[in-house]
């Protein structure tokens, strides 16, 4: 088990009740909260969690991140009775399936643990409130965009996913194969949707086998940070280098070496670091009792500010960037 803890609430002392001050109220102190993320070793869920571990030293908090090194939805399950037996005060989880680990997240509601959800929702009868990174809508239809502007809104095209089941994904999907059915891309085929579940390898080999099933193929959307970086690097040391486009969701730092050489044109990303920082202020709110997850209601997230609870209990966390040459070094996560 990769385990890192952080204490942070001694390095926090100094700034004192002011600190936690929100416009609802003051955040309890000492609030425990682990982070859950579908993989450990993977850079986006690293920037993530450095955001919400800057927020749990706003609130003087007490955090830490564990998780699996695989993206299986079973490998969380041991995870979350671990931190339900360390009486863990709320739990912010990436699922890796939707409904798999709702049953365990229920008995932790039911024994009085708050539920956070971040990058990819459950079922929500198994949390009390999602930070979504974007709608769903915003998401998939941006993605094709870029697309479809990269490659003339012409020519076979393919996704490359991460896990057949991680719900993100397969809602990102579904709204862009709705939207591939509108009349401005009528001359883009989706050919292939492939799994390269969020592991490096198997994500280039999908890529690889892609290209050789699909020669006439002109674009890949990949909606994952990990999936993109590995088509990229095949893309980048094949024929298919500045041939076929890629895009897709992918962090700069990852990415900036494939947009300077010529392989990707460009990609989006929400601010992960930002997401998870609001997953930890939406954690200290409901165990503080400011919020419940209901609808209309309000809290006040540090430096981005006051956020309201949309239906089904969702919290958004912003638009898409759009990274490409003329910016990519302007970011650094």
Known sequence: MKHRTVLLAALTLTLGAAAVA??????????????????????????AWKGGQAAIKEIAGVGKQVGPSDAGASSQVSYINTLLAQRQNAIVVSASDTNALVPYLKRAMQQGVKVVTYDSDVAVGGRHVFVSQASADTIARDQVKILAKQIGSKGEIAILSATPNATNQNAWIKVMQEELQKPQYKDMKLVKIAYGNDDDQKSFTEMQGMMQAYP?????????????????????????????????LG??????AFVKNGTVQGFALWNPEELGYL?????AALVSGQITGKEGEKFSAGKLGQRTIGKDGVVILGPLTVFDKANIDKFNF
Do not use: H
């Open 216 to 248: 006439n193929l002109k674009g890949v959307i990949s909606p994952t940070t990990v999936g993109i970086s590995a088509a990229a690097r095949y893309l980048s040391g094949s024929p298919y280098k500045g041939k076929v486009a890629l895009t897709g």
């Open 22 to 47: 929100t416009a609802q109220g003051t955040l309890k102190k000492g609030i425990t909260i682990a982070f859950l993320p579908k993989q450990v070793n993977n850079p986006y869920f690293t920037t």
């Open 251 to 256: 962090t700069p730092n990852q990415m900036r």
């Open 279 to 283: 997953a930890s202020y939406a954690a």
